[in-house]
């Protein structure tokens, strides 16, 4: 069974620009979840998407939005990037969030740094 | 109420030794209370998981124990070797959202 895989691995930008994270779940998964891990740090909810509908957000900024495709891929977008933007952002699938017969599967993550 | 406080925030453990993380919630409708683990430049991986009504439960060298009454849940790892060295979070599931606890930075010297 193939993981979650996010791409790109790694990805320099500039303050202000824009960025678009990609992330392909589990085969048979339905739900996806991005989450921001600043270096060092825990890990901070950022979307979840379900069969298609954004189902529930943390505590970031509009520009920080996403999508989920319908063959359950997503993107993440972040617009006017900001220097404390730079983290590493995971990617997780799952049936069903957090639940017991259903855990997440992380994706390695993308590693943005913007300078 | 939705926080899960994780302790201590970093642990040096000898190889050999246990290794003891604990997270404490106050929100009793938490129904899922899983470990994930993770190392420098992967994602975290699901370690072990429990149900509240179960008061532990034990996968090779890694236990967690659940003290309902106390609201505290703990992982224990017994024979704690050097590839243990990982970051450990916590966390706890509730109507479908998963509360993480912040992370347990765990070193295991040789």
């Known amino acids: 069974e193939a993981g979650v895989t996010q791409s790109p691995t790694h990805l320099i930008k500039t303050r202000g620009q824009q960025v678009t994270l990609r992330c392909s779940p589990i085969s048979g998964h339905t739900s996806v979840y991005w989450y921001q891990q600043a270096l060092g740090l825990g890990l901070q909810f950022l979307l979840w998407?379900?069969?298609?509908?954004?189902?529930n957000r943390g505590n970031f900024p509009p520009r920080f939005s996403g999508r989920q495709f319908p063959n359950y891929s997503s993107e993440l977008n972040v617009n006017a990037l900001e220097l404390e933007d730079s983290a590493l952002y995971l990617c997780?699938?799952?049936?069903?969030?957090?639940?017991?017969?259903?855990?997440?599967?992380f994706g390695n993550g993308t590693r943005l740094t913007v300078t | 109420q939705q926080q899960v406080k994780q302790s201590p925030q970093s642990l040096i453990v000898q190889k050999g030794g246990i290794s003891i993380i604990n997270c404490a919630y106050e929100?009793?409708?938490?129904?899922?209370f899983p470990w994930y683990q993770q190392f420098p430049g992967k994602g975290p991986a699901l370690l072990i998981a429990i149900r509240p009504d179960v008061s532990e439960k034990k996968e090779g060298r890694f236990t967690i124990s659940f003290n309902k009454s106390a609201k505290q849940f703990s992982l224990h790892i017994m024979d704690s070797q050097p590839g243990d060295s990982a970051t450990y979070f916590c966390?706890?599931?509730?109507?479908?959202?998963?509360?993480w606890g912040a992370g347990t930075k765990l070193i295991i010297k040789p």
């Open positions: 929100n009793t409708a938490f129904d899922y």
């Open positions: 997780a699938s799952s049936r069903r969030q957090g639940s017991y017969n259903s855990p997440l599967h």
């Open positions: 966390a706890a599931s509730f109507n479908y959202q998963l509360i």
């Open positions: 998407y379900d069969e298609g509908e954004e189902r």
